[in-house]
């Protein structure tokens, strides 16, 4: 309980923190301290329940045919996207990668990552920012990457608009002001896509940011319905935002359309978002996860079609979860 303590002191000493500020601190802290994924952490993702997800990406990004280029991946987690996809494309494509960059702030699932991609590829560097990229064609992809970076959040105060913030009151953290949340903003998001964005538009390349977001926008329903989306979850249950700092994760909706826009400011093609699920069945997951069956064992075959279903069925994460591509190209790419 360090950054809880931490918090408190900081926030006795200087006032209430942003909810940006203090979500930037508790997923620091969570993701320098944590391996979060798998049955034993507190979330799973999609490269985690099948290797369908990362062969898909993988013949993707090759079938873009680009001569040269350098593939990046943001916020990698165990590394299992990568290695699957890496390991589903042939050596062309490799050989056509100048390097392969992986950006990642935890030292601990850096390591991890450069456990799972040992020998995956001759030029695998490690990065904590996006910061100077070199001046070649840029193949990116940010899987669940969005959702962890800091929201601001705003509430309305009669007819004033004012941020809101993380205060203590003795016994533990509250909101400040009280009232339900009008807006949510993630500058640090817009200003990741505009860089993905113009340095696509500028040198060539395609992006694909897969999250689970909105892209109209929120509320769906009516105009009292608050727009906070920010959530904690922990051993796989959600938990208060402000209940365990530093110890679970904490994430927002992306706003799909907001970085759609962003891309396009930049001078790059949006396509989509379209739902998951329909991005990997137009991507062939059903006859890969066919392909599978046919050399497994009856209970592997089970955990095949079971691992599928839960990526692209609407009530799992196959509506849910969005995949935007950004590319130089005006054509839509595959699956859009
Ligand atoms: N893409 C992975 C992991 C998603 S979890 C998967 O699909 O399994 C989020 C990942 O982003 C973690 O690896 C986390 O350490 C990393 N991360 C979070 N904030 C970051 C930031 N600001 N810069 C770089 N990496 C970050």
Known sequence: MKLAHELAEAIKAHGPLPVADYMARCNAHYYASHDPFGTKGDFITAPEISQIFGELIGAWLANLALPRAMLCELGPGRGTLMKDALRATRKGFHESLASVRLIE????LRRRQQETLKGM????????TLEGLPP????????????????EQYVSEGHRETQRRVGHDGSG???TPEGSVTREASPESLEMVKRIASH?????????????GYHTPLPLQGQEESKDTLQAVKRHAYASPLGHPGEADLTAHVDFSALARAAQAAGAYAHGPVAQGTFLKRLGAELRAAALCKNAKAEQRDAILSGLERLVAPQAMGELFKVLAVTHEPGAPAGF
Not at 105 to 108: A, I
């Open 121 to 128: 590829h001759p030029s695998l560097e490690w990065r904590e």
């Open 105 to 108: 702030t935890s030292p601990l």
């Open 173 to 175: 953290f509250r909101f």
């Open 200 to 212: 696509i538009a500028q040198f060539g390349g395609a992006a694909l940011i897969i999250d689970y």
């Open 136 to 151: 070649m064609p840029l193949l990116l992809i940010a899987n669940e990457f969005f959702d962890a970076l800091p929201v």
